[in-house]
């Protein structure tokens, strides 16, 4: 059982930038895959970035390609996500997940843990 808590969301204007984390429980953090996916009302939660067990792998959705970067620390059980240049668009809850991988996870059915989700708010 892995339990995710985000952290780091909040209001910022177009432009500005933010950095989410996540930090997980348990001693096999480094055993999982990371993701962090978005959700806006009436819409489908969908893929922003992953990151593999060893961090040495990353993968962007286009829409966030050159502004986000995900990045891990295994050793303190944490994911971030650096988010710069931040447009209207990006307003959503971002969540965390944990997936059984050994690569990386494209789609949020590969994800066995979720956490609570976190809102950013990006003002024009």
């Known amino acids: 059982q892995v339990q995710l808590v985000e952290s780091g969301g909040g209001l910022v204007q177009a432009g500005g930038s933010l950095r989410l984390s996540c930090a997980a429980s348990g001693r096999t953090f480094s055993s999982y895959a990371m993701g962090w996916f978005r959700q806006t009302p009436g819409k489908e939660r969908e893929f922003v970035a992953a990151?593999?067990?060893?961090?040495?792998?990353?993968y962007y959705a286009d829409s966030v390609k050159g502004r986000f970067t995900i990045s891990r620390e295994n050793a303190k059980n944490t994911v971030y996500l650096q988010m710069n240049s931040l447009k209207p668009e990006d307003t959503a809850v971002y969540y965390c997940?944990?997936?059984?991988?050994?690569?990386?996870?494209?789609?949020?059915?590969?994800?066995?843990?979720w956490g609570q989700g976190t809102q950013v708010t990006v003002s024009s």
């Open positions: 997940a944990a997936a059984r991988l050994y690569d990386l996870g494209l789609s949020r059915v590969q994800y066995n843990y």
């Open positions: 990151i593999s067990r060893s961090g040495d792998s990353t």
